[in-house]
Each structure stands twice: as C-alpha cells, then as structure tokens.
C-alpha cells in the first residue's frame, strides 16, 4: 500500500524550523560582535563611568548623615570590587575565547542546516543532530567554566550563598536547547522521510492461482 498521501505534511513545519534556526543564528552573529567590541563584561550597571569612586578615610569626625553616606558608598565599592575580580576570572578562564570559536562552529553547522530543512533534504537530520550538538557542547561548556565563578560571586553578599546553587545547576539547564534541537530535527526528519510503502500483513497468505489469472482472459485470447 503506498502511504505517500497520508505522509504529505505541509514544508512549512520544516521550514519554520529553518526561520527559527535562522534567528537563532542571527542572534549567535550579533553576540559574536557583541563580545568582540565591548568584552565579555559587555555593558553593564558600570558602563559609561558609572564606576563607584574610590574612597577616603572614614569621617569619625563627621555628621551621622556623612558616616552613614560613607557606609552606603563604601558598600557599593565592594560590590565594585568583587564585581570586577569575577569579570577577571571570568577574562582569565578563556571564556571569551571558548564563546568565539563555539560561535563561529554554529554558524558554520546553522548555515547549511537552514538550507536542509527549507528545502526538507534527507541530510536535514544530520545537520540538525549536528547543529544541536555543537550548541549543547558550547553552552555545557561555558556554564562549567563560569559556574564556580559566578557562584563564588553571588555568596560574597548577604544571603547569595541561598541562590548560589542556580549558577551551579546552569551545567545541567543549558544543554535543554541542545537537546530540543536534536529532538525536533528527528520528529521532522521522520514527518518527510519516513518509509514510503506499508508493509504486508502477515495475517494472510498470498497464494498463486494459474486458474484464476487464466479466467481473465476472454474469448479473443489466442
């Protein structure tokens, strides 16, 4: 039985796939820039000179309003600080690199992918499996070296140490984006090219019978 008709699905399931896969990409571009321009501390509450200024000694002698404005800036100077010693670690950790060459791995899997699932090609499975994996790999990679780091950040405040545990768990979470694309690539990979002729039922027996191919013939056979 041929089932060709019942396999017809729309192309644009696939091809919605590839405009997703395209903005994906596009994104992984601007980030690309992104961090080649500004850093991999990018812009932030401190751009722009909005970094805290180093303080003096300590106003024992001033007003209440003079310590306590003291204490106040005193405290986001350490916030500074720490914030500054863990985009260093950060620097040091070869993130930013790690982050360029899985962006330039993307973008040479992405483009070709795009390609296969607007058009539905057969080897639209192979490059989605690949595309999902150099995207699981990339992010599991990052979060594993910026984990620790960002942890130790957030417990240097009061109270960090309760939430810490997110930047942890963030080697587990980021390989989900990986995995949904490998997970889609193989359900449309089966919408448009799955097997194209039913199987024969095994509960009956097909039996040749001369007798019955001859009584089609009629009286004009020779």
Known sequence: MDVNSINEHSPWWARAFAIFLAIMLGLTVANLFYIEIFGINGINHYSFGNE???????????????????????????????YKEMMQELEDSNLTEVTQIFAILTILVGIPAIAMFWTQNEKMLHFGIA??????????????????????????????????????????????????????????????????????SGFYLKVDNPALAESGHGDNDI
């Open 131 to 200: 595309y999902g994996l150099v995207s699981m790999v990339g992010e599991v990679w990052k979060a594993y070296i910026s984990s620790d780091i960002v942890a130790s950040f957030m417990e240097s405040f009061p109270g960090g140490a309760d939430y810490s545990w997110i930047a942890s768990a963030s080697v587990f979470t980021s390989s989900f984006c990986g995995i949904t694309f490998i997970a889609l690539a193989i359900v449309l990979h089966n919408m448009y090219h799955n097997l194209n002729e039913m199987p024969e």
């Open 52 to 82: 805290p200024k180093k303080l003096g000694e300590y106003p024992a002698n001033g007003t209440e309003e003079e310590q306590r404005d003291y204490n106040y800036s005193l405290s986001e100077w350490e916030d500074y600080e720490a």
